[in-house]
């Protein structure tokens, strides 16, 4: 689309003129990368011009390749500038109804929780709200949380309801916030808990805390043990931890230990799932 706006603009337009006539109002899906950050501003004047009135921002989850990860994953920094920017974005564009995720479940951490209980909202709701299916019948608690070890059935073999009732692994998903992972996580102590609790793809163990969360809602004791007080404040920790050089300087840019941090983000969950995935080929 931004390789060559004025073509796909003319092809957007048609698909809402068809689906106009149909009585139809069109939506698009926006994964929120850097690559879509760098031009959302854009991206969202395109989409509202050519007529689109729903729009869902879908948090960047892990593909296979780390690197790809690494270049695309926005940082903290990013994210709360996203957040400014959207709030913006939705006053410019009050036509347009936006949605997210509840990778980005973060955003509704302000709200408070009365007012959060009435609106429903809950943040994640794998195997509670939502099911995924695969073309092979294998259903899983969310789209994004696949694999041998997290199937929960099969259509084709297996009753829904049944699984639906009796499944161990929905069930342990319903439950999440009751876990030791999750309690002992800076999402298990966020008063946010409840209607956020972060996204079970980017914890360690695909059912604790999400670490990717850019501003849990915790004490000051709290950001610094989960090492949320300030990226710059633990960058300048490790390189002290590193060293200089005679002249002064640091063995490890800023930038480098950026990439070594946003490396070790990657859920190892998926790194699991991922050398199961190649053996199998």
Same mark, same amino acid.
């Given at each position: #689309? ?15 003129? #068809? ?30 011009? !050519?007529?689109?009135? $729903? ?15 690494v270049k695309e994953k ?9 957040? $400014? ?7 410019? &564009? ?27 909202? $809950? ?9 995924? #299916? ?18 929960? +059935? ?57 670490? +990717?969360?850019?501003?849990? !809602?915790?004490?000051?004791? #709290?950001?610094?043990? &989960? +090492?949320? &007080? ?12 590193? +060293? ?16 070594w941090l946003a490396a ?10 991922n050398e199961i995935r190649?053996?199998?080929?």
């Amino acid at each position: #689309m931004l390789e060559q706006p004025e073509k796909e603009k003319e092809k957007l337009t048609q698909l809402i003129t #068809m689906t106009s006539e149909l009585g139809l109002d069109i939506g698009a899906n926006l994964i929120i990368s850097n690559s879509t950050l760098s031009e959302f501003e854009y991206i969202i004047e395109l989409l509202a011009t !050519v007529g689109f009135k $729903r729009l869902t921002l879908l948090r960047y989850k892990p593909p296979e390749d780390i690197d790809r990860w690494v270049k695309e994953k926005p940082d903290e920094y990013t994210l709360l500038e996203f957040e $400014r920017k959207l709030l913006k974005t939705v006053d410019t &564009y009050p036509h347009i109804q936006f949605r997210v995720d509840c990778g980005l479940a973060f955003l509704e951490r302000k709200l408070p929780s009365q007012i959060a209980e009435s609106k429903g909202i $809950r943040g994640c709701t794998a195997g509670n709200r939502i099911l995924s #299916m695969a073309p092979n019948g294998a259903i899983f608690p969310c789209s994004q949380l696949v694999g041998q070890e997290l199937s929960a +059935g099969n259509l084709l073999e297996d009753d829904l309801q049944s699984v639906w009732i009796n499944s161990e692994v929905l069930k342990r998903y319903r439950s999440f916030r009751t876990k030791k992972p999750f309690k002992a996580s800076q999402c298990g102590h966020c008063s946010a808990k409840i209607q956020c609790g972060g996204c079970r793809v980017f914890a360690e163990d695909a059912l604790g805390g999400d670490s +990717g969360c850019p501003e849990p !809602v915790l004490t000051t004791a #709290m950001l610094r043990k &989960y +090492g949320k &007080y300030g990226l710059s404040d633990t960058i300048v920790d490790i390189q002290e931890g590193i +060293g200089f050089t005679d002249g002064g300087c640091p063995y490890a840019s800023f930038e480098e230990i950026q990439g070594w941090l946003a490396a070790e983000d990657y859920p190892k969950w998926v790194l699991r799932k991922n050398e199961i995935r190649r053996k199998q080929l």
